[in-house]
């Protein structure tokens, strides 16, 4: 079992996300141990990006924080590597194709495996062009998570047979963001997964309340909190820390 499939075996997982360098670097590095602290079983790390299409505003004004500050792809790589002993749950980066890319795929996947990060997300690579980062990815011990919308239809099935570490279920249409009321979308596309894969499924896109992360995992197999935490940061710059603790506790609490 790989180290990120392990994070959904001890009950419901909590995967808190964070954008690096947001507000700066070593903030960054204390929200993740403080995120570890709380009982996240594993920890997203957004790299900031100056086109973030699948962002709602939140996230993406704390992109733009991260980039403005001179927070940069290798500075992420550093940083990670420098926690890595110390994190011991799995940490993915979520990305867009285009930051890989230009980066070059093999430079950037060798940096990750030796910063020591355990998977990608990059939510707009479609499912159809996944192999120029599939194998790659194998290469270097790392999982390339796969993503299923309401939009994905009878591809579902397909997806679930053919994906590992587990599913990103994007809740509802629309960019990131918090939401007031969820729809069972997410409900209706795990039916789908269970019926051909036991991959475990993770919902995100709109969780940011310990109550509606305790509605999900009522179906899912763990929740994705992200513009909750980010739009804490961005109220309390430097002194998020102890707010995003707490948020993340009362949040793993209920799972």
Request: charged share 20%; aromatic share 8%.
């Given at each position: 079992?790989?180290?990120?499939?392990?994070?959904?075996?001890?009950?419901?997982?909590f995967?808190?996300?964070v954008?690096?360098?947001?507000?700066?670097?070593?903030?960054?590095?204390?929200?993740?141990?403080?995120?570890?602290?709380?009982?996240?079983?594993?920890?997203?790390?957004g790299?900031?990006?100056?086109?973030?299409?699948?962002?709602?505003?939140?996230?993406?004004?704390?992109?733009?924080?991260?980039?403005?500050?001179?927070?940069?792809?290798?500075?992420?790589?550093?940083?990670?590597?420098r926690?890595?002993?110390?994190?011991?749950?799995?940490?993915?980066?979520?990305?867009?194709?285009?930051?890989?890319?230009?980066?070059?795929?093999?430079?950037?996947?060798?940096?990750?495996?030796?910063?020591?990060?355990?998977?990608?997300i990059?939510?707009?690579?479609?499912?159809?062009?996944?192999?120029?980062?599939y194998?790659p990815?194998?290469?270097?011990?790392l999982?390339?998570?796969?993503?299923i919308?309401?939009?994905?239809?009878?591809?579902?099935?397909?997806?679930?047979?053919?994906?590992?570490?587990?599913?990103?279920?994007?809740?509802?249409?629309?960019?990131?963001g918090?939401?007031s009321v969820?729809?069972?979308?997410?409900k209706?596309m795990?039916a789908?997964?269970?019926a051909?894969?036991?991959?475990?499924?993770?919902?995100?896109?709109?969780?940011?309340?310990?109550?509606?992360?305790?509605?999900?995992?009522?179906?899912?197999d763990?929740?994705?909190?992200?513009?909750?935490?980010?739009?804490?940061?961005?109220?309390?710059?430097?002194?998020?820390?102890?707010?995003?603790?707490?948020?993340?506790?009362?949040?793993?609490?209920?799972?």
């Open positions: 079992m790989s180290k990120i499939a392990q994070a959904f075996s001890d009950g419901k997982a995967i808190p996300f954008t690096g360098g947001d507000p700066d670097i070593e903030t960054t590095v204390n929200l993740l141990f403080a995120l570890q602290d709380a009982g996240a079983n594993a920890i997203e790390i790299i900031p990006f100056s086109d973030p299409v699948a962002e709602g505003p939140v996230i993406e004004a704390a992109s733009g924080r991260a980039l403005s500050n001179g927070c940069t792809v290798d500075k992420l790589f550093d940083m990670v590597g926690i890595r002993e110390e994190i011991m749950v799995p940490i993915l980066f979520m990305t867009y194709y285009n930051p890989i890319f230009s980066y070059g795929t093999d430079r950037f996947l060798a940096r990750c495996a030796q910063a020591g990060l355990d998977g990608l990059v939510p707009d690579l479609p499912y159809e062009e996944r192999e120029e980062l194998q990815c194998r290469s270097h011990d999982e390339l998570i796969s993503l919308a309401p939009t994905t239809g009878e591809r579902i099935d397909e997806i679930a047979r053919n994906s590992s570490g587990f599913l990103y279920c994007v809740s509802s249409l629309g960019v990131t918090m939401r969820i729809d069972d979308s997410a209706k795990i789908q997964v269970r051909v894969s036991d991959i475990p499924c993770a919902v995100g896109f709109g969780i940011s309340t310990p109550q509606q992360a305790k509605e999900m995992v009522k179906f899912a763990g929740v994705i909190v992200g513009s909750a935490i980010v739009k804490i940061v961005a109220e309390h710059g430097k002194g998020c820390v102890k707010p995003v603790f707490q948020l993340a506790r009362s949040i793993k609490e209920v799972l």
